[in-house]
């Protein structure tokens, strides 16, 4: 499994499905149609989706392993690494795909607002579970995308192409929304992990050797992507995960602020800014105030 089979282009990626390339940009692969195989690593240089429909072993994402169950939507940009642990064993492959190139969307709305779908930095353990209805919508929009393909190319065809992938997201983005909702037990309980994150991470010694913690490190504390982790903050709080924690910053200085015997730099020291005009700066934007003036109001 250590081995990596490269997909640079899309024509490399549908031979090893055996499916026809219609298109040198963009494709959607059946991939009933690929060989029985083992499962192994695979470099995408392109976006893809997988829909997943067979069981066929725990998902590789980089070096963690998941479980990867039927019925599932797992999205990779380009420069990725994933695949499967068959664990020796050898399977079918089934489910379809949409692959697309960058190159595709380049001067399209798509192409301006791709980093916007933050689901492309998930982590495959955050992977949009579908509900029937919804895996309908999302093979009706690979199958639109299919019929362009096989339609004779013309002007139009580019802008159909892109514009169902866009209107295909923009459907993923509802999906995940409404994960995030049904799932919204679980979900408070990782925000009460990051509470206690939190509070211990500003009761430890790291402020001083490591700084205020990022979304990043409270993200992989958690066991999560950032970009999920951002996403599942936002939709709990109404606050984006920075704020969280800026917020509970601003906490802990207003208490500190109320010690005399520390000046406002050594508070900034403590709390793991490096320079003291930065937290004045984080201080008044977030309470109206600087810390002096705050502590001379109190």
Do not use: W
């Not at 997909?7 to 692969?29: G, K, Q, R, W």
């Not at 060989?35 to 429909?53: A, V, W």
């Not at 983005?173 to 991470?201: M, P, S, W």
């Amino acid at each position: 499994m250590d081995q990596v089979t490269r997909f640079e282009t899309i024509s490399d990626y549908n031979s090893f499905n055996n499916n026809e390339t219609l298109h040198p940009l963009v494709s959607v692969i059946d991939f009933s149609k690929a060989d029985p195989r083992e499962g192994s690593r695979m470099y995408f240089g392109f976006y893809t989706i997988i829909l997943k429909d067979v069981k066929c072993g725990d998902l590789l994402y980089g070096k963690h392993t998941y479980d990867y169950q039927e019925g599932t939507l797992v999205f990779f940009a380009p420069g990725q690494v994933a695949g499967v642990n068959s664990n020796g064993e050898t399977f079918q492959p089934k489910g379809y795909g949409l692959a697309f190139h960058p190159d595709l969307i380049h001067g399209s709305s798509l192409g301006r607002h791709i980093q916007e779908y933050t689901f492309f930095g998930y982590q495959s353990s955050e992977a949009l579970h579908l509900s029937d209805k919804e895996r309908k919508i999302v093979l009706d929009y690979f199958s639109k995308v299919t019929y362009e393909l096989q339609h004779a190319i013309d002007k139009h065809s580019k802008r159909l192409i892109v514009s169902n992938i866009e209107l295909f997201l923009n459907y993923c983005v509802r999906f995940y929304d409404r994960q995030f909702i049904t799932r919204d037990h679980a979900h408070k309980g990782i925000l009460e992990r990051f509470e206690t994150l939190l509070n211990d991470y500003f009761q430890s010694e790291k402020l001083k050797s490591i700084g205020l913690p990022s979304v990043s490190y409270c993200a992989g504390e958690l066991n999560l992507s950032a970009n999920y982790f951002g996403d599942l903050v936002r939709k709990e709080t109404g606050r984006s995960a920075q704020e969280y924690i800026q917020s509970k910053v601003i906490d802990i200085a207003k208490e500190r602020i109320f010690d005399r015997t520390r000046s406002v730099s050594q508070i900034a020291y403590e709390l793991g800014f490096k320079y003291p005009q930065h937290f004045t700066r984080l201080f008044r934007q977030r309470v109206g105030h600087s810390p002096s003036e705050y502590r001379a109001l109190n």
